[in-house]
């Protein structure tokens, strides 16, 4: 493990001249996550879902950290679509010069039906989306910060990664395994310095 740098205490918590990419923050959660970031310093790239043919992108979140005078980016992906997957942490260090310092995977959805009835498409999208794009995010910025010997990942979890709740078996299966890989990055990478990280909200009165 590398020292603890010898700075006063908040310091350790400006992020000037860092980069984040955050999922999920054209609302709710992920929203306030990115705000936070960029009043912090940081500059953030938030991933945006790709809009309709008629309609206009989600840049609420966007336009609210330049107005502040912050710098915010965005690109499109559909986190349901892993071959876009693949390639979004490429995109996202073109467009943010070549470095990103902050992974944070916010992005999630829900499906609701008694486990009797529940779809195998809904079993799939809900896997897909809260966990295999988690994890080839994270994977793509394990090759880009281990070699460098920096990085954090911050991986948003649920109370249900310790709970089964009720007509969520996708959810939960998901959630709980999204815990299991935190420890599991964490674990291999903490000797690189990169510290992969896990938070766990409780019942929020958000959109998901």
Not at 118 to 127: A, G, K, R
Request: one cysteine or more; a neutral charge.
């Amino acid at each position: 493990m590398d020292p603890t740098p010898p700075v006063p205490a908040p310091k350790l918590f400006d992020l000037t001249g860092q980069n984040a990419l955050i999922t999920g923050a054209t609302r709710g959660i992920g929203a306030a996550c990115a705000m936070a970031l960029a009043e912090a310093g940081a500059s953030v790239c938030l991933v945006i879902r790709n809009p309709p043919a008629d309609a206009q992108p989600n840049l609420e979140t966007v336009n609210a950290i330049r107005a502040k005078g912050h710098t915010a980016e965005y690109i499109f992906c559909d986190l349901g679509d892993l071959e876009a997957v693949k390639g979004l942490f490429q995109h996202a260090l073109d467009a943010m010069g070549g470095q990103i310092h902050v992974l944070v995977n916010c992005a999630g959805i829900q499906r609701r039906s008694p486990s009797v009835a529940f779809s195998e498409q809904d079993w799939n999208d809900v896997l897909n989306i809260n966990l295999k794009s988690v994890w080839l995010l994270s994977q793509a910025a394990g090759r880009h910060m281990v070699p460098l010997r920096r990085g954090k990942i911050i991986n948003f979890c649920s109370l249900l990664t310790f709970q089964g709740g009720l007509t969520v078996p996708a959810y939960a299966a998901a959630k709980g395994a999204l815990g299991q890989l935190t420890k599991a990055l964490s674990n291999e990478w903490s000797s690189h310095n990169v510290q992969v990280n896990g938070i766990v909200p409780g019942y929020i009165a958000t959109d998901i």
